[in-house]
């Protein structure tokens, strides 16, 4: 069964520090995303890779990078946690073309305080 | 105005009842559409891509109207495991070459025994 892993279900960081979110894939995507969940406002693409050491701005790039060293990982990184950084945070891959779905991760639901 | 919008409901049908949602997308030049299903608390799982031409699977029949620009999904004979939040998605694909899908922020569903 293929799959997409995030490091952590659940995280709780303080303001100010810097947050790593660690997404893996074992289906040999080359595109991988990071996507924000908040209520009422739906999902939201932070950054997106179609290749290694590839990376796109998605909507709402502001307070994020990412690192993408090899095939199968995507990090995000949030430089300076911020309390409106509070969210659900996805990952997904796929398959390069626009036909292709993405499988998401099981999400890592970031608390900052 | 939002590039991908739904009703967010929530659609509250008996068992067995007969149950439509749209989808409608802003790009005319939007190419890929997919419904994804999303249970409280878990990731986006793709239900089905949407086939210029219509597509069905089992209880579930995906449509594409590209002169009004919406998707749509019919669920058939609703079951009580069907209780959950529909997100379309759409491909953009702006000028940049943007390969990401936008997401709606979801119509929830509610089957009732």
């Known amino acids: 069964d293929v799959k ?15 947050v790593f979110l660690e997404c893996v894939q074992d289906m040999d995507h080359e595109n991988m995303f ?8 739906g ?3 932070i950054y997106f890779s179609y290749d290694v050491k590839m990376k796109e701005k998605g909507d709402i790039p502001e307070g994020y990078s990412v690192s993408r ?6 990090s995000l990184i949030l430089e300076s946690a911020s309390t409106n950084q509070t969210s659900m945070y996805l990952c997904a891959s796929s398959r390069p073309g626009r036909s292709y779905g993405y499988t998401f991760g099981s999400g890592t639901r970031l608390t900052v305080v | 105005r939002k590039e991908v919008e ?8 008996p068992e067995g009842a007969t149950v439509a949602f749209n ?13 994804y299903r999303q249970d409280c608390r878990k990731e986006p799982k793709l239900l089905m891509s949407v086939y210029s031409s219509g597509n069905e699977d089992g209880r579930f029949t995906a449509q594409l109207n590209r002169a009004s620009q919406y998707i ?16 379309c998605a759409v491909n953009t694909n702006k000028d940049t070459g943007r390969r990401a899908l936008t997401f709606g922020s979801g119509t929830r569903l509610q089957v009732q025994p």
């Open chain 1, 4 to 18: 997409v892993t995030q490091s952590s279900r659940y995280l709780v960081k303080r303001t100010g520090e810097k």
């Open chain 1, 34 to 41: 990071w996507y924000r969940q908040d209520p009422g406002l």
């Open chain 1, 43 to 45: 999902l939201r693409l």
């Open chain 1, 69 to 74: 060293e090899k095939k199968e990982r995507f």
């Open chain 2, 6 to 13: 739904q009703d967010p409901g929530p659609f509250n049908v």
């Open chain 2, 23 to 35: 989808c409608t997308y802003s790009n005319s030049a939007s190419q890929s559409f997919f419904w």
């Open chain 2, 72 to 87: 749509s999904l019919l669920i058939r004979d609703s079951k009580l495991s069907d209780s959950a939040t529909y997100l």
